[in-house]
């Protein structure tokens, strides 16, 4: 809650510029304490003066999140527009959105939100939507929307189902089993869960997967052994059983257990990182039967799609860097006696399955191509799409006869679409009613040269008409890592920038995985410098062609964004006039010791594994590089007080040390959202708040009123 909402308004400007600026108008940053903490790598020293910022629950924290959030604030109060780009974000927000239906049981399940409730309720159906009943209500969780929904799972009769809930943004989640007929919760509610999904066994219980409860702080302190556990509905949790992750084993920081289709068997994912993973399977027809290795290394990665006769169905990038569907037999499931169904081609595949068929989904420049199969590998035909962007969605149960997908880009708002699994034939099921004209805007595709040569995808957005000057406000987003792919996707949060003459651009930089594992690999660990030097390209080839100039481009990424952000800031300060790093990875000395952060080093390295790592790191490290004198753009940095997967003393610490080195006018601010997390979960009202005052301040920064 920021301090505007609890003081009254006129006395609460008096007194936070009070405390952010003397009477020359000069921003008076909060005095941070400079402590003596030394760490010694390999015979360096490296000083951590902020390190007491790690400490999440102590009252010197707390007290300078008070401060740091009054000057904030108290900077973002004197925006005389930002009142209204709140409003204008609200009216464009409030319209109603749907969810893609789920068959369970006899009903039809999906998420509907009438525009501004701060979560979306989950309805369910036996038939048209128009008698649609309320299963579940999230904004019914805590009165302030910050509980809310973060998983929900059924029994393959639909009879019954679990739900998981996140309070405060936490990645800890409590789990509830209910009734489906009744409504009724039954069984205890599960506490301490994390890092999972709930896979039905039958109606009698279901597998889950959390750590033990860590020493000192529960959002910080590190988590590194998963483990796999069933509940059987009416026992207590403590009764729950281990099932995999002894911690006498090998480490593995990340298990999750799903159940097949048919019921017959559990399937257990092990990694140690957030690439690779091992792969077991478990016959739950029988009696006590033993967990049996498919895949017994971390070098690859997979997943068991469905089981299916003798066969299992896996999806695996092990000798495919751009995946392929393989057919083990279940008698001897290991890699040698796997054989294609879909086997790998030029361009990233992923795989679902619904109604008797494999849908092979393939990322071509960036973009989706739709393809269904036989289970024996024969192609039926391309799914003809509405248009070029995303779609997604294309699963359900092998006897349904229809599904329901998604489809959305910049300009086309995510619309639910029918599909026939026999026909090929799609109809639209449901598309949006909304304060916006395609027609108005603009997307193109450019490919422009990073600095080794290399030829990198980008989407900009625009309004049709707009003059190619070089005085456009430009807002540029990228992640660049874990081979997650930037898709096009439509934001009702971006129309505000977008139809007041602002630019939005999308860079697929590497580390992503648009082009499959060796996009990855060059963003990763040692070629980590790459993933900078795309995202310096793309500002400057948006500054070389008169999309906008230094002064008008705004640089944004959240999470490993967040460091990218951060990493460009001190390589390139004169690059851009506005900087948001979003709960940024910032100290790349000390993330693993955070949560579940060891498993991040796959893409990055640790610095103890070896002196030349260490140096790569710190020659890189956010924290690390910020230099005496340096003028920053004008910045703020976004986190939150409970966001336990990158932990806000990245961003606390980072923030105090630019405000001690900074030099010039420009404002370098850190926003603190209180009792939120990473980003999911977070209610509507708390997002609209920040994206009002992160464009407000961005137009701001640039010079610029919108609403002139």
Known sequence: MSVKSVLFPTLAALLIVAACSNDSGEIVYPETRMGDAIDTYFGTEVADPYRWLEDDRSDETADWVRRQNEVTFGYLNRIGFRSQVEERITQLWDYERVGSPTRHGDYYYFSRNDGLQNHSVIYRTAGDTDDAEIYLDPNTFSEDGTTSLAGLSFTRDGSRSAHAISIGGSDWREVIAMDTET?????????????????????????????????????????????????????????????????????????????????????????????????????????????????????????????????????????????????????????????????????????????????????????????????????????????????????????????????????????????????????????????????????????????????????????????????????????????????????????????????????????????????????????????????????????????????????????????????????????????????GVLDMLRYHTFTAGAGWAFDYGTADENEEMFQYLLGYSPLHNVTEGTVYPSTMITTADHDDRVVPAHSYKFAAELQSKHAGDNPVFIRIETMAGHGAGRSTSSLIRELADKWSFAWYEMGKNPFE
């Open 183 to 583: 409504g009724e919760v039954i069984g205890d509610t599960l506490k301490n869960v994390k890092f999972s999904g709930l896979a039905w066994n039958g109606t009698e219980g279901f597998f889950y997967s959390s750590y033990e409860l860590p020493d000192g702080s529960q959002l910080s302190a590190m988590t590194d052994q998963h483990q796999l556990y069933y509940h059987r509905i009416g026992t207590s949790q403590d009764e729950d059983e281990l099932i995999f992750g002894d911690g006498d084993e090998q480490k593995r920081r990340y298990v999750g257990g799903s159940v097949t289709e048919n019921g017959r068997f559990l399937v257990i994912s092990a990694a140690q990182s957030t690439s690779g993973n091992e792969l077991y399977i478990k016959d739950l027809s029988r009696d006590n039967a033993p967990i049996r290795t498919v895949v017994n290394n971390f070098e690859d990665n997979h997943s068991v799609i469905d089981a299916r006769g003798n066969y299992l169905y896996i999806y695996t990038d092990l000798d495919a860097e751009n995946y392929r569907l393989v057919r083990a037999p279940i008698s001897n499931p290991t890699p040698s006696n796997w054989t294609d169904v879909i086997p790998e081609t030029d361009h990233v595949l992923s795989v679902s399955r619904a109604g008797g068929y494999f849908f092979a989904s393939y990322l071509i420049d960036v973009q989706t191509e739709v393809r269904q199969y036989t289970y024996n590998g024969e192609q039926v035909r391309t799914v003809e799409l509405p248009a070029v962007g995303t779609a997604g969605g294309f699963s359900g149960r092998y006897d349904d006869t229809e599904l329901y997908y998604s489809f959305t880009s910049f300009t086309y708002p995510s619309t639910i679409f029918s599909y026939n699994i026999e026909t090929g034939e799609s109809e639209m099921y449901w598309t949006p009613e909304m304060d916006f004209n395609p027609e108005d805007y603009i997307t193109e595709q450019v490919f422009y040269e990073s600095k080794d040569g290399t030829q990198v995808p980008m989407f900009i957005t625009y309004k049709r008409g707009t003059e190619l000057d070089g005085s456009n406000p430009t807002y540029l987003y990228a992640y660049g890592g874990f081979n997650v792919s930037l898709r096009p996707s439509f934001s009702v949060a971006r129309l505000v920038w977008l139809e007041n003459g602002g630019i939005y651009a999308q860079p697929n930089i590497r580390g992503g995985g648009e082009y499959g594992r060796q996009w990855h690999l060059a963003g990763t660990r040692k070629n980590k410098q790459n993933v900078f030097d795309d995202f310096i390209a793309a500002g400057e080839y948006l500054i070389d062609n008169g999309y906008t100039s230094s002064e008008k481009l705004a640089i944004s990424g959240g999470s490993n964004g967040g460091l990218l952000v951060g990493a460009v800031m001190n390589q390139r300060p004169d690059l851009a006039g506005v900087a948001f790093p979003a709960v």
